[in-house]
Protein backbone atom coordinates (compact mmCIF):
# COMPACT_ATOMS: atom_id res chain seq x y z
CA UNK A 1 0.00 0.00 0.00
CA UNK A 2 1.23 2.95 -0.54
CA UNK A 3 0.10 6.72 1.30
CA UNK A 4 -1.45 8.72 -1.06
CA UNK A 5 -1.78 12.48 0.22
CA UNK A 6 -5.14 13.67 -0.39
CA UNK A 7 -5.44 17.47 -1.09
CA UNK A 8 -8.72 19.87 -0.05
CA UNK A 9 -11.26 19.95 -2.74
CA UNK A 10 -10.71 23.50 -4.71
CA UNK A 11 -13.61 24.56 -3.01
CA UNK A 12 -12.46 24.25 0.51
CA UNK A 13 -9.13 26.16 -0.27
CA UNK A 14 -11.46 28.79 -2.44
CA UNK A 15 -13.55 28.84 1.01
CA UNK A 16 -10.47 29.50 3.27
CA UNK A 17 -9.29 32.06 1.05
CA UNK A 18 -12.25 34.21 0.80
CA UNK A 19 -12.61 33.44 4.53
CA UNK A 20 -8.76 35.60 4.98
CA UNK A 21 -10.69 38.29 2.74
CA UNK A 22 -13.12 38.52 4.53
CA UNK A 23 -11.51 38.62 8.02
CA UNK A 24 -9.06 40.90 6.61
CA UNK A 25 -12.44 43.41 5.39
CA UNK A 26 -12.96 43.05 8.85
CA UNK A 27 -10.01 44.28 10.44
CA UNK A 28 -10.33 47.11 7.96
CA UNK A 29 -13.18 48.18 8.77
CA UNK A 30 -12.51 48.68 12.27
CA UNK A 31 -9.24 50.06 11.62
CA UNK A 32 -11.26 52.90 9.60
CA UNK A 33 -13.60 53.02 12.43
CA UNK A 34 -11.02 54.18 14.92
CA UNK A 35 -9.34 56.53 12.45
CA UNK A 36 -12.63 58.24 11.94
CA UNK A 37 -13.87 58.33 15.89
CA UNK A 38 -10.60 60.30 16.40
CA UNK A 39 -10.52 62.63 13.44
CA UNK A 40 -13.71 63.42 14.82
CA UNK A 41 -12.50 63.93 18.78
CA UNK A 42 -10.00 66.18 17.23
CA UNK A 43 -12.41 67.93 15.17
CA UNK A 44 -14.83 68.57 18.52
CA UNK A 45 -11.45 69.46 19.93
CA UNK A 46 -11.53 66.35 22.48
CA UNK A 47 -8.20 65.93 22.43
CA UNK A 48 -7.34 70.02 23.83
CA UNK A 49 -3.45 69.47 24.99
CA UNK A 50 -2.75 72.45 27.55
CA UNK A 51 0.47 74.13 27.85
CA UNK A 52 3.30 73.36 30.55
CA UNK A 53 3.69 75.94 33.15
CA UNK A 54 6.47 77.75 31.39
CA UNK A 55 8.98 75.54 30.78
CA UNK A 56 9.30 75.48 27.32
CA UNK A 57 8.63 72.23 26.58
CA UNK A 58 5.55 72.68 24.87
CA UNK A 59 2.59 70.54 24.76
CA UNK A 60 2.18 67.69 26.40
CA UNK A 61 2.20 64.66 24.47
CA UNK A 62 -0.76 62.09 24.98
CA UNK A 63 0.73 58.43 24.45
CA UNK A 64 -0.32 56.52 21.00
CA UNK A 65 -3.39 54.03 21.21
CA UNK A 66 -2.38 51.90 17.93
CA UNK A 67 -1.77 48.65 18.43
CA UNK A 68 0.44 46.23 15.97
CA UNK A 69 -1.53 44.54 13.54
CA UNK A 70 -2.19 41.11 14.39
CA UNK A 71 -1.21 38.16 11.49
Known sequence: MTNRVALPPQD???MC???ERDME???LVILMER???QIAERENGG???EPT???GAG???LPS???PFER
Open 35 to 37: VKK
Open 12 to 14: FQK
Open 53 to 55: KKT
Open 59 to 61: PVR
Open 47 to 49: LRL
Open 65 to 67: RSV
Open 17 to 19: KQA
Open 25 to 27: AKK
